[in-house]
Each structure stands twice: as C-alpha cells, then as structure tokens.
C-alpha cells in the first residue's frame, strides 16, 4: 500500500534523527500515533527501526530487546489490567538509552545500545566508563553468562551543567537530558563519554546461562541483580489490583520532579516469569508488560508570533505565541523568550517548530528548534530599539533590555498588581482590570499613590459603590497590616522574591537601615550575589525614592516574630497535609527562618514530608539534621531554652 510505504519512510526519517543524530523531529506522542497506524495497516511489520552507525561494531541481539506498547489515560490501563489476574511490578520509566551488559563468568566483556530491537552497536568502552557499571560483578559465584539489559541517563544537574558550559562557548545545546545521554554514549572517544558522568539502572534481562537457579519473579530478579552490584530503580512497588497499581502509578508522578533523572511514566511487569511466557511476544513489544506515559513536559509546538511585554521594573520580555500544546497537564499557548541574546543564540524564528519543556510549576521554555523542519515563509523577529507601551528608548542592563520611561503605563500597571498580591500587600479587588483603569483613568503613575485614592476616585473608573467601599477597606487593612518584609516585597525590587525579602528583613529589621544598605551588607544575606545587590542599591539610589520608602516601612505592623539566631533555618521538603505556605507561617511565628535552598554556609535542618525531592538526598549527603513534623522542631527549641 501507499500509505504504508510513506508511514515506513516517515518512521525510518524520524528513527535517524532520533537515535543516530540525536536530534528528534517529533515528539514521543506524535511518533506513537504514527506508529500505531501503521501496525494497524500491517501487523507483522518488522522493518521499524534506524541504520545503525557504521562507525560502530554491529551486534546481533541473541534475545530481541524488544520496546513497550504506551499509554495514556487510565481508562485504558484498566482495560488492558482487565486481562490479568496477577501481580505487577510497577517501576519509574528512566528517559535514557536502552543498553545490554553481557557478563561471562562476572566480567563484563561487551555493552551495546539497542538499535532497532534486534542489531545494535558496540559501545563497550564507552560503557566502561560510566562509574556505576561494575566491571566485575559482586559475587563469588557468578553465572557463567548473564545479559543485563537497562537504562543509559544522566541526572538533571549534570545536564543543566553540561548545556550551561555550551552555552558560555556559544555551542549547541542538548534539547533534553535523554539526548544528552545517547549523544554521550555514541561518542566514538570513551573519554568524552567518562566526561558526561552518565549512569545505569537495570531494568530487565535477556540471555542467561543455565548454571545458576534463576529467580522465579521479576521482583525477586532485581533483588539478585542488586546483590551483584548492579543498580535497581529507586522506587519499585508490587501490586495486584487495579486500584492499588494506579494509586502506586499516581504517587510515582508525584514524586517525578523532585527524582534526580528525568522519567516519563510508569512501567507495569507481570511479576510471574511463568506469567510472561504464556503471554508471550509480538515481533516488536511484550504482551505482559506496559508503559503508562504522563501527560509530556516537552512536546513540539510552532512559533505563531512574538511580541514584547512589559514588567513592572521596565523589563522589555519578549514572549512567544505557540500552537496550543498540552505540557504536564498544563494548556500552554505562550513561551518566555527572555531577552534579545537568547532568541539570537537559538535563532527563533515566527513559524518555527520547537521543542518546549514545562516541569512542575516552572515556566514553559524553547529547548531546541527543529531547523531541519524550518519553512521558507519564517520569519526573523526585529527586537525593538523602542519600548512598545510608551516608544521610549530602551537601554540594557545584564543582557535585558528597559524602558527608560519610569512612568511607563504598562510598567506601572503590572507594578500594580505585583504590590497588591497575595504574599506582597494582598489588596482584594485590585486586579488587573482595576489596576489598568487606575492607571488609565486616574493617571496612576506611582503605587504608593493608591493610599490617597478616595470613594469618588473609584466611581470614576466604573465600580459600584459596593465595590469601591469593598476595594477601599482592602486597601486600608493593607497599610495597617501588611509586615516590613512584605513590603519590601512590594516595593518591586528586581530579582528580590518574598523569601529574600524575608532574609533581609530578619537580618536587618530597622527601616533606616534597610534603605541605606551597603554591598558588603547585603552579601552577607543568603542567597543574594553581586547582582542582587547592585539592583538593590539601584533601586534606592534616588533621594527621594529612598525617603518615600521610608516612610512607607516606618507604617509596617511590628507584631511579627523576630528571628531566633539560635535556631537553624528550616528547609521544606515533600508533601504535608497542610499547605506549605501555612508551615512556614508558623515556623516563622516560633522563630525559625525559612528557606527554600540548603545553605552552604550551614546552619540549616530539613523538615521532611512524604515524597520528598532530591533536597532529602542532599541533606543525606550532608548529614543536614532531618525533623518529620514540626513537633520534633519545638523540642529543638526546648532544648535550646
């Protein structure tokens, strides 16, 4: 058929650039759709797969390194569960390279990468190197033969190191960190691949010699492999009904951002080897085991438009229009650009194809652009030379540009908002609808300037007198209440977050003092570099800028707890029953400074929830004390009484 042959030659097209230039066209779900219809069109169909490298040494895979059917939604993970009735071994999906360790007699003689399922390459130098890969297993008897299949990644902070290093010698960045790891593995010098500082989990098996009394299940398997010294997934779970395995499913994408690799789902093995073996194979995927995919971090978008938004600082932001894209279960239609290098360095272009990644609360970003996909009609985007709200110059200031206007309308409406948030004054009812209205109709050009507004100032820009009584005791209780280092928090200094605000505060609590801080004094606070700080006295640098401030932190409510310097700063870490927001009030109350990074410096404790992210193993590592409730923390606090 017609159609077959294109879907054959569309797949082979993809399969290149995905494994032999580590350089993919589509996303992993676009690539599945393609794949299922064409095994729709020809069930038997083996050819799907890439040319391997002719650089590298060919290897015929005794056992098939076969791939995993997907999923998607649960509703159709419990139809397929429906056809068991067993245990199943439910293991995080690495994002890596597929590879076989061959072990003869307990010394690893060959390593290859999976290829097309049935012809690989040899990379056996390569994988020597990777420092959790045993050259010689940890046992006094080992099997005669063993093939030790698993997963090739690289953690998440090695990837940022390694693209943040390319970045400094303007070379290409790697998209993802999946990429990064099969572009390592392929390297035909072993010392470039010692140098990415890759890892192995095991995950499987595929021939074994028949001298040894091999383990009846997969989850007594992993446990033999761990006492050979080879690694094992972290999180390993065995369940039987369906409830308890999608519950155990759920709770491994909880915990997915705070892992130190990428995953990308969940995997479900029948436990039972007798199991698998009446259930068989297809020519391409097992029939008793399944991938179960989270909604994507990363998916391929197109670039409609580019346009410029200005921030409260005057920040000029370039942000991108995407096709709508479905990123960690989150709609994404816009895309940060950051400033005029970054679109310059990537060379995004309106109509480009891209690839961008979202994870947990982080804003989505362009990792790569696919400029082989690249049509003739994009089109190169002009940074402006003037502020698009107010046509003032712009200037620019670490690589970002400003408007040179401080009574920018737009600037000063999102200024605005940022003062009337929820951690900053929290004034109800001033949106961003009243705050353009303020600024618009009442000519607003100054924040502070809302304390003097009066009922028939909101009348004029369409409240109803309700709603004006309602906005204006808002405002009020904000004056009254609002704590020192929530306004400072207001106040909208660049790159000064609620919790350095807070850092600040604790370390210099008179208002005086806070307005004329120096250099040497603000680095003493955590987390605050030479930039931080010269924002900070750029900020204040105006005489009258620095006296209205002043008088603005003078009116602060005093009734918060000042800070106990005998007690260490409190690290939040996994999930609570309560939000983590309510924990550090109190903690805050009792005395205790709360951070969200361990320090260098020292000082710190971590308090530990279900689920916690990797701060837990960097506490481990540097033996951080660890509290599981607060409760543990007050008798700290007793026995420092």
Known sequence: MEKIAELKELINKYNYHYYELNSPLISDMEYDKLLKELISLEKEYKDIGYKSNQQFTKVQHTVPMLSLNNLYSYEDLEKWL????????????????AIELE????????????GDGFIGEDITEQAKTISNIPLILNTPI????????????ITKERFEKINNKLKEENKKTFANPRNLASGSLRQLDPLVTKERELSFVCYGVGEVSKDINFPS????????????????????????????????????????EGLPYEIDGAVLMVDNYIIQKEKGTTSRVPSYAIAYKYPPNEEVTTVEDIFIQVGRTGRITPVARVSPVLLSGAMVTYVTLHNKDYIEKMDIRIKDKVFIRRSAEVIPQITSVITEARSKDSVHYQFPDTCPSCSSPLYIRNHYAYCTNRNCKEAIVDYLIHFASRKAMNIIGLGEGVATSLVEILGIDQVLKIYSLKKEDLLKIHLSEKEADKLLRSIENSFKEATLDKRLYAIGIPNIGSSTAKSIV????????????????????EGIGDIVAEEYLNFFASPMDKDLYYQFFLMANTTWVKVNKDLPTVVITGSFPRSREEISIELEQLGFTVSSHLSKRGGCVLLVGENPGKKAKEGEMYNVPIFTSIEDLKEKISSLE
Request: proline share 7%.
């Open 217 to 256: 299940t997969y989850y007594k398997y992993l446990e033999y492999v761990k006492e050979l010294g080879i690694p094992i997934p972290e999180v390993i779970y065995k369940e039987s009904n369906n409830k308890d395995i999608i519950e155990k499913i759920k709770k491994i994408e909880e915990i997915k």
């Open 506 to 525: 604790r370390m210099y609590p008179d208002p005086n003092k806070l307005v004329n801080l120096t250099k040497e004094e603000l680095l003493k606070v």
């Open 82 to 97: 429906n056809t068991f009735h067993c245990d199943f071994v439910i293991t995080p999906k690495f994002d890596g390279l």
């Open 103 to 114: 072990y003869k007699e307990g010394k690893l003689i060959r390593a290859s990468t999976r």
């Open 142 to 153: 080992p099997p005669d033969y063993i093939q030790i299949r698993g997963e090739c990644y």
